[in-house]
């Protein structure tokens, strides 16, 4: 069973910057999407950012400019480099692993594999 491990959460000020880290247990069958959400509570879980294999990165419009995501196949992992943040960023945040879709990259309902999440909190 494939697990998967975010890290890089924290609490920031509006206008900083974080890091966000996803490790996957073994290799993925390719081609794969490696996939960033997000929620809160009362509301659906949101795609942010994904990449899939041998693609260009998706983002939602809402982060487009200021978040940039990468893979490091490597060492099986998936970075979520978040810049300018606002109060409206925050939510747990959720690192996810397709092998197959239908939906497309930032639907959550493709994704098999997911991380327990990491809380981002941004303070106005």
């Known amino acids: 069973q494939v697990q998967i491990r975010e890290s890089g959460g924290d609490s920031v000020q509006t206008g900083g910057s974080l890091r966000l880290r996803c490790e996957v247990s073994e290799v993925l069958a390719r081609p794969n999407c490696m996939g960033w959400f997000r929620q809160v509570p009362g509301r659906e879980r949101e795609g942010v950012a994904a990449?899939?294999?041998?693609?260009?990165?998706d983002y939602a419009d809402s982060v487009l400019g200021r978040f940039t995501i990468s893979r490091d196949d490597r060492v099986r992992s998936v970075y979520l480099e978040m810049n300018n943040l606002q109060p409206a960023d925050s939510a747990l945040y959720y690192c996810?692993?397709?092998?197959?879709?239908?939906?497309?990259?930032?639907?959550?309902?493709?994704?098999?594999?997911w991380g327990p999440g990491t809380q981002v909190t941004v303070s106005s």
């Open positions: 996810a692993a397709a092998t197959s879709w239908t939906w497309g990259p930032l639907s959550s309902r493709d994704y098999k594999f």
């Open positions: 990449q899939c294999s041998s693609s260009t990165p």
